[in-house]
């Protein structure tokens, strides 16, 4: 007892020997030791907006990157609350200072095309809360967060795009029509958009045993993709998937774009389109039959 008595009070109150040392010396060792972990930490590329990760897929209603680290407390509401369980800790996607912050990772789960869950629950608003709002042709979609206007006038609803949060493409070495003439509509089944963002293109190929065969190409529309990645979760390749979403087109960074202002215009221009139109029109490369020569 004597011996546990003596632990306690040399652990509440330590030896004079044993205490902390906080003289001048120390105190200005320490303070320029955090000054230079922040700057080692924002000297990542990433954390300076001159690159961006195609791996660093924020959920929906993210800031920009660097306004996302300076609210964001990695307090894992957002990853609780993913109903796909497509909300996960990051390590070094976005560099020391974004470790541990929400990523979205689409092998694991997806982004569920009207879910608000993640915004309503963030504490400091590093992810904004979205609305659903109805759009004149009845569908129900995400759009994206109100700016404010010198006017403080309120951008009509038609004005506004979907949320985006990154942009599906094709691996043609993977994807089974592609690679292997093997018929697969799978992630053309799931797009949760509409009209849907992957479409498709009937064609002819030659198989191994040398026989033309019917074989449908799947394609994806930029204009129409919101990222959601169901896509790449339910691609039958499950080790690395024939198609796959990057960060490329989000919303939330106007720098990170690959289309021209001029061809990512408004989707919703062409919803009222009938449903078996061409949706490329006149600007289709293989022609009105799906017949033509394709460049894959």
Not at 30 to 52: I, N, W, Y
Not at 103 to 115: A, D, P, Q
Not at 131 to 139: A, C, F, K, R, V
Not at 261 to 285: I, T, V
């Given at each position: ?233 339910v691609c039958p390749l499950k080790d690395k998937s024939g198609i796959y979403v990057t960060s490329a087109g989000e919303s939330r ?44």
């Amino acid at each position: 007892m004597n011996r546990f008595t003596r632990w306690l009070t040399n652990y509440v109150r330590p030896p004079k020997a044993e205490r902390i040392d906080l003289n001048r010396r120390t105190a200005i060792t320490s303070g320029l030791g955090g000054l230079l972990g922040v700057l080692v930490f924002r000297s990542h590329p990433l954390a300076q907006g001159k690159t961006f990760n195609p791996g660093l897929i924020r959920p929906p209603g993210s800031h920009s990157e660097r306004e996302f680290l300076a609210r964001c407390v990695k307090c894992g509401e957002c990853m609780k609350v993913c109903p796909t369980n497509g909300i996960q800790p990051a390590f070094l996607q976005a560099g020391l200072e974004g470790m541990w912050t929400p990523v979205m990772n689409m092998k694991l789960g997806y982004c569920e095309y009207e879910c608000t869950l993640c915004g309503q629950v963030c504490p400091t608003q590093a992810i904004q809360e979205l609305t659903l709002e109805t759009l004149p042709d009845g569908q129900t979609v995400r759009l994206e967060p109100l700016q404010p206007t010198e006017d403080g006038v309120e951008t009509p609803i038609e004005e506004r795009k979907p949320m985006k949060i990154g942009q599906a493409f094709f691996d043609a070495n993977r994807c089974l029509p592609y690679a292997f003439a093997r018929s697969c509509i799978v992630c053309e089944e799931h797009c949760p958009t509409s009209p849907k963002a992957i479409w498709v293109e009937e064609v002819e190929r030659l198989n191994s045993a040398g026989e033309m065969v019917p074989l449908k190409l799947p394609h994806v529309d930029p204009a129409r993709c919101v990222g959601c990645g169901i896509c790449e979760n339910v691609c039958p390749l499950k080790d690395k998937s024939g198609i796959y979403v990057t960060s490329a087109g989000e919303s939330r960074n106007k720098e990170n774009q690959f289309l021209l202002a001029s061809e990512s215009a408004n989707p919703f221009a062409d919803f009222e389109s009938d449903a078996g139109a061409d949706p490329y029109g006149a600007a289709n490369p293989y022609g009105d039959s799906g017949g033509g020569e394709s460049p894959y």
